[in-house]
């Protein structure tokens, strides 16, 4: 890993949320949210908190290219939607361990997931 990824990888292992920044389908413009995540063997898993109606969720089916940033550690990634059932459970599962059964309650659909590998 190069000095910057060991930042980032450090800082996400310590962090309950990151910023998520996506470009906007339609305005082209840089959008961001805080969201949670799991990090885990270089790879972050999202699980959009309406599933497949968030709207963040929607612009990344339009363009791949997400910028995440856990404190003052950055990082820009391509993710990739998955919304086979098969696929979405393990990321519930872990977001579950993570944030416990009542974190998991606050997502109103679990119906996709997005999956991106921190460039080592």
């Avoid at 996506?22 to 599933?51: C, H, M």
């Amino acid at each position: 890993m190069t000095k910057s990824s060991d930042a980032l990888a450090n800082r996400l292992s310590r962090s309950q949320e990151i910023m998520l920044s996506v470009t906007g389908r339609k305005s082209g413009r840089q959008i961001s949210n805080p969201v949670w995540f799991v990090f885990e063997n270089d790879k972050l898993y999202l699980l959009p908190a309406r599933g497949s109606d968030t709207q963040w969720y929607k612009n990344v089916l339009k363009n791949s290219s997400i910028r995440i940033a856990a404190g003052s550690a950055r990082a820009e990634l391509n993710v990739v939607p998955v919304s086979d059932a098969k696929r979405v459970k393990p990321v519930i599962e872990m977001f579950r361990s993570k944030y416990g059964d009542s974190g998991i309650r606050l997502y109103k659909k679990l119906d996709v997931a997005v999956i991106g590998r921190i460039a080592s």
